[in-house]
């Protein structure tokens, strides 16, 4: 079994996009394990509807023909309209169309994934950058103590 092959749960996926502040080391680490399900249920899902598509495109096929070989002077609009009413190219269509779906779907789902690999660098700068401001309030306190000291002793006489 190839590894596109190994199947994603996508419920587990969804339940993982959140970030927390409890967990904010944890969720960085797992990032780029969860960002290649997502990627993997992508490829699989564009493989499920290029599977459907072809599947359509056979039927289309195969049904254009026996209405030919029926009919000699036939409307491509008519034909169009038996495809309507044929129930096996209804059934392969709602596959295509449902394929169709959920690769839109993986594909937003890999996006989602992504912005959350940027709300994990946000949240790391700003600590970062919370960290910066209160080892520079810090300093600037223990200057001030210092002052302040300064100024008792040399008006303490």
């Known amino acids: 079994m190839s590894v596109l092959q190994k199947p994603v749960n996508v419920k587990s996926l969804l339940r993982r996009l959140a970030i927390s502040e409890e967990t904010m080391v944890s969720d960085a680490v797992d990032q780029s394990i969860l ?5 993997r249920y992508r490829v699989q899902t564009l493989h499920s509807k290029n599977e459907a598509e072809a599947q359509l495109d056979l ?3 195969q049904i254009a023909i026996r209405i030919h070989e029926r ?5 491509e609009t008519k ?3 038996l495809f309507t009413k044929n129930r096996k190219y209804q059934e392969a269509l709602s596959k295509y169309n449902q394929a169709m779906e959920e690769e839109v779907f993986a594909k937003l789902l890999c996006e989602a994934f992504d912005m959350r690999l940027w709300c994990l660098k946000i949240v790391a700068e700003t600590s970062g950058m919370e960290r910066a401001v209160e080892k520079k309030m810090k300093e600037q306190q223990e200057r001030l103590v210092n002052q302040d000291r300064r100024i008792k002793e040399k008006y303490a006489d």
């Open 35 to 39: 960002f290649s399900k997502a990627a």
């Open 59 to 61: 039927m289309k096929a």
């Open 79 to 81: 034909v169009k309209y």
């Open 71 to 75: 009919e000699e002077k036939i409307t």
